[in-house]
């Protein structure tokens, strides 16, 4: 199984980045997607995930800024990221879990300047 994380990137407050993490070896249609941060010196949190059915839900920080999407052609899922603040700045994590079941991508840096 591999999550294939990509996006990630340094950009100013109010900015805007798009991250994707694309998987294999597994059945993608059938895992909730997510997406997790880990800033220095924090626990990794939950951002943003959509499950099997397409149902969402959103870090309260994150509501109205971030999207979460699946393209379950591509077992893709993408997270866009809107209006960034300093506070955004982490490393990125794509998350895949179905049952007992659960994987984890290699991280992606985003840094939000003041």
């Known amino acids: 199984v591999q999550l294939q994380a990509s996006g990630g990137g340094l950009v100013q407050t109010g900015g805007s980045l798009r991250l994707s993490c694309t998987a294999s070896?597994?059945?993608?249609?059938?895992?909730?997607m997510g997406w997790y941060r880990q800033a220095p010196g924090k626990q990794r949190e939950l951002v943003a995930r959509?499950?099997?059915?397409?149902?969402?839900q959103y870090e309260d920080s994150v509501k109205g800024r971030f999207t979460i999407s699946r393209d379950n052609g591509d077992k893709t899922v993408y997270l866009q990221m809107n209006s960034l603040r300093p506070e955004d700045t982490a490393v990125y994590y794509c998350?895949?879990?179905?049952?007992?079941?659960?994987?984890w991508g290699q991280g992606t840096q985003v840094t939000v300047s003041s």
């Open positions: 998350n895949s879990a179905s049952g007992r079941n659960m994987y």
């Open positions: 959509i499950d099997s059915a397409g149902n969402r």
């Open positions: 070896g597994i059945i993608f249609r059938f895992y909730a």
